[in-house]
């Protein structure tokens, strides 16, 4: 009925900041079943006093940075992070906090290519999400979160976004509703990144340069912060994301975020897939984010200079490696070349314990080369 309907929006609206534990009933009859596990979206983990060694990198006169590095633990790499994220963003005086949105629950994956589902030589390295927090704070950095976040079971997903992604081939129905749900995750996630970074709001008020990065990916080379800071000054709400590899949308690996446009970002995402009609050019998660984007207004940049996003593994000897595959997608959606693809990352940095501060920067991870510089045939 008409007043029925009625009803079912308003319920939807209260979903504008934050999709509402509340709320889930009116979901569920409009976009389909979960398993009613769907919990608070913003769990708040994070460390009342994080373990610091030394905090005087942490005055008020020193700019500050803040990395969120989302997804499961089981996948998590961290040295690239170090080497080519946290590591340059210190030397050029950005001390990051650093928030661990990670489950730590059994792998999930959309794009399996190996036996039983699972990604191809994946090699946990840290085991517990407690080494992985020791191992950023020995280098000092400081972790905002001290204990895992848990991804939804089964989320809610909205039924017209599904028939979106069915536009790309070579899935089953059933395939796409899987990629849904970890969408949803992966939205939701980013909504725990806000919650951690908006947990103390006067260190937020210090934070020059936002990251947000998957736990399974990394950068070809170190990133360049000063090129970074000239472009987010360009303008207002500005996000920078991968020059390729856009899948019809922006890159949903990493992004470098202005302050002005965090809310948006971070946040806007699962509003807009539980609240909005889904844009007609949807076709992905990465053109889903886009056209939400773009209606809330942000700039969204994807310069030639940065098409160096990639996925990583780490072997069971513990070295970082390109995902299998990577090679061949990096030249044809990015025109980049890499000259060796089975070798370890060699963005690394050395821990002086006497001084405690990271040494020897190598800012190129892998050697490369760029073809078409302008990146006009990049995809």
């Known amino acids: ?26 979901l569920a009859s409009i976009f389909g079943t979960g398993d009613g596990n769907h919990r608070n979206y913003l769990q708040h983990h994070r460390a009342s006093q994080p373990e610091m060694i030394g905090a005087e ?8 940075s803040f990395v969120c590095i989302t997804g499961q633990l089981e996948r998590l790499e961290l040295d690239n992070k170090i080497g080519s994220v946290l590591g340059p963003l210190r030397a050029a005086g950005y001390e990051p906090d650093v928030a661990l949105v990670l489950d730590d629950s059994s792998l999930r994956v959309t794009n399996a290519v190996g036996p039983k589902g699972v990604d191809f030589a994946y090699a946990p390295v840290y085991g517990t999400f407690n080494n992985a927090v020791k191992t950023l704070r020995h280098l000092d950095f400081r972790v905002v979160t001290d204990s895992p976040y848990t991804q939804a079971v089964d989320p809610i997903i909205n039924e017209q976004y599904v028939q979106s992604l069915q536009q790309k081939v070579g899935m089953t129905y059933e395939q796409h509703r899987e990629r849904s749900k970890n969408n949803v995750r992966m939205m ?15 260190r937020f008020m210090t934070y020059d340069i936002i990251v947000r990065v998957r736990e399974d990916a990394g950068f070809l080379e170190a990133l360049d912060i000063d090129f970074l800071t000239q472009e987010l000054g360009k303008g207002p709400l500005t996000v920078i994301s991968n020059g390729c590899r856009t899948s019809h949308g922006m890159n949903d690996k990493a992004a470098i975020v202005s302050r002005d446009a965090a809310r948006s970002y971070f946040l806007s ?9 889904i844009n007609d050019n949807v076709v992905s998660s990465e053109s889903f984010i886009y056209y939400t984007y773009l209606q809330e207004g942000l700039q969204l940049l994807q310069p030639p200079e940065i098409r160096s996003v990639v996925k990583l593994v780490t072997d069971e000897n513990g070295n970082t490696k390109l995902f299998p595959g990577e090679k061949k997608t990096l030249i044809h959606m990015c025109r980049v070349r890499i000259d060796h693809d089975d070798t370890p990352s060699n963005c690394t940095m050395m821990w002086d314990a006497e001084n405690r501060d990271l040494q020897g920067i190598t800012p190129i991870c892998w050697p490369h080369s760029v073809k078409d510089p302008d ?3 990049c995809k």
Do not use: N
């Open 188 to 202: 939701e996630s980013w909504q725990q990144c806000y919650a951690e970074m908006m947990s103390d709001i006067e």
């Open 375 to 377: 990146c006009s045939t």
């Open 1 to 26: 009925s008409a007043s029925a309907s009625a009803s079912a929006s308003a319920s939807t609206v209260i979903l504008a900041s934050v999709v509402l534990a509340s709320a889930t009933m009116v």
């Open 57 to 64: 990198e942490h005055q008020d006169s020193v700019r500050r």
């Open 269 to 277: 995402p699962l509003q807009y897939y539980y609240t909005k009609p």
